[in-house]
């Protein structure tokens, strides 16, 4: 049995991953954390009537049993999160995006030191996982390329997690490369998106959507697009699942689902 706790348990993410908690025989829901809750206990949630689950909302003030901690918080509070379940051997499964390569760096050093397992994954979708190493190998081919992400209007960051994920695999292959016309100029700033080594990434928020992908090559007289799409929240929970079963058996924080696939 593998205790979990899931902190970011009022959201759309966190609800859905206690949700996969409960419902998985093989794992026991030990504690919920969000930091601006008040309820104590995660039945007074309407959606978990029933539930006899203790909710904190300080995270110095968490104790637990819990050798796993699903994460789907905010960007600015996932680092310290992160840090304080490693600090505590409990080993992370954080799907929150924004960190900076630096907080990674240093979480990365951390669970190493700690000797504790955990998983930063920016996507947990097969597709997206396979969208990424698809768009890779393209990419040797095709050093011409545009990532278009779409996501519904209330995501934070953007670019996506996944997007920056896709362009830095892209460019570990990609020969390095000025796209378009060295003259263009933007007649609207930010038209042509964000700049990645050359790379041009752009997000779309429309509400209706929930997590989309495409990724744009072009070649003389050819082009090739990839795309993925997540219709609905569950589609993260197999790639959750499989982390949440296999995290404990490592003594290091790996980046990217695929490291655990
Ligand atoms: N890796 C993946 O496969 C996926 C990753 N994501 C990522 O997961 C994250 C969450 O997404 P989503 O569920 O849509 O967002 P939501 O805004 O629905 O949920 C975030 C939750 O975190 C809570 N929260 C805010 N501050 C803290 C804190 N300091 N500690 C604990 N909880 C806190 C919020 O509480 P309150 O409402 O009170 O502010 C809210 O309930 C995003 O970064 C998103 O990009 C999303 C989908 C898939
Ligand atoms: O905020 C979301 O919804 C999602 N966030 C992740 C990201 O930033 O890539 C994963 C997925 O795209 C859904």
């Given at each position: 049995m593998v205790k979990v706790i899931v902190a970011g348990y009022h959201g759309r993410m966190g609800s859905t991953a206690a949700q996969m908690v409960i419902d998985n025989a093989?794992?026991?829901l030990v504690g919920v954390f969000d930091a601006r809750g008040k309820d104590e206990n995660l039945g007074e949630d309407d959606q978990f009537k029933g539930q006899d689950v203790p909710a904190f909302h300080d995270l110095q003030a968490i104790k637990t049993d819990a050798t796993v901690w699903i994460d789907f918080t905010i960007p600015t509070a996932v680092y310290e999160n992160a840090k304080?379940?490693?600090n505590h051997g409990i080993s992370p499964v954080i799907g929150t995006t924004g960190m900076?390569?630096?907080?990674?760096a240093d979480l990365q050093k951390l669970a190493k030191d700690k000797q504790v397992g955990g998983l930063i994954a920016p996507n947990f979708g097969i597709s997206?996982?396979?969208?990424?190493?698809f768009a890779?190998?393209?990419a040797k081919y095709f050093p011409d390329v545009e990532i278009i992400e779409m996501h519904h209007a209330d995501?934070?960051?953007s670019p996506s997690g996944t997007a920056i994920s896709t362009a830095k695999?892209?460019?570990e292959v990609r020969k390095p490369k000025e796209q378009g016309n060295p003259d263009a100029t933007e007649t609207l700033p930010g038209a042509r998106g964000a700049e990645y080594e050359g790379m041009r990434i752009h997000a779309v928020r429309l509400p209706g959507l929930v997590a989309h992908e495409e990724v744009m090559f072009g070649g003389p007289g050819e082009g090739l697009t990839i795309r993925q799409d997540s219709y609905d929240r569950i589609s993260f929970m197999t790639g959750v699942k499989v982390a949440v079963e296999k995290v404990n058996q490592y003594h290091e924080l790996f980046?990217?689902?695929?490291h655990l696939l």
């Amino acid at each position: 049995m593998v205790k979990v706790i899931v902190a970011g348990y009022h959201g759309r993410m966190g609800s859905t991953a206690a949700q996969m908690v409960i419902d998985n025989a093989d794992f026991e829901l030990v504690g919920v954390f969000d930091a601006r809750g008040k309820d104590e206990n995660l039945g007074e949630d309407d959606q978990f009537k029933g539930q006899d689950v203790p909710a904190f909302h300080d995270l110095q003030a968490i104790k637990t049993d819990a050798t796993v901690w699903i994460d789907f918080t905010i960007p600015t509070a996932v680092y310290e999160n992160a840090k304080f379940a490693i600090n505590h051997g409990i080993s992370p499964v954080i799907g929150t995006t924004g960190m900076t390569d630096a907080q990674v760096a240093d979480l990365q050093k951390l669970a190493k030191d700690k000797q504790v397992g955990g998983l930063i994954a920016p996507n947990f979708g097969i597709s997206a996982v396979l969208l990424m190493q698809f768009a890779q190998q393209a990419a040797k081919y095709f050093p011409d390329v545009e990532i278009i992400e779409m996501h519904h209007a209330d995501k934070i960051d953007s670019p996506s997690g996944t997007a920056i994920s896709t362009a830095k695999k892209i460019a570990e292959v990609r020969k390095p490369k000025e796209q378009g016309n060295p003259d263009a100029t933007e007649t609207l700033p930010g038209a042509r998106g964000a700049e990645y080594e050359g790379m041009r990434i752009h997000a779309v928020r429309l509400p209706g959507l929930v997590a989309h992908e495409e990724v744009m090559f072009g070649g003389p007289g050819e082009g090739l697009t990839i795309r993925q799409d997540s219709y609905d929240r569950i589609s993260f929970m197999t790639g959750v699942k499989v982390a949440v079963e296999k995290v404990n058996q490592y003594h290091e924080l790996f980046v990217g689902l695929e490291h655990l696939l």
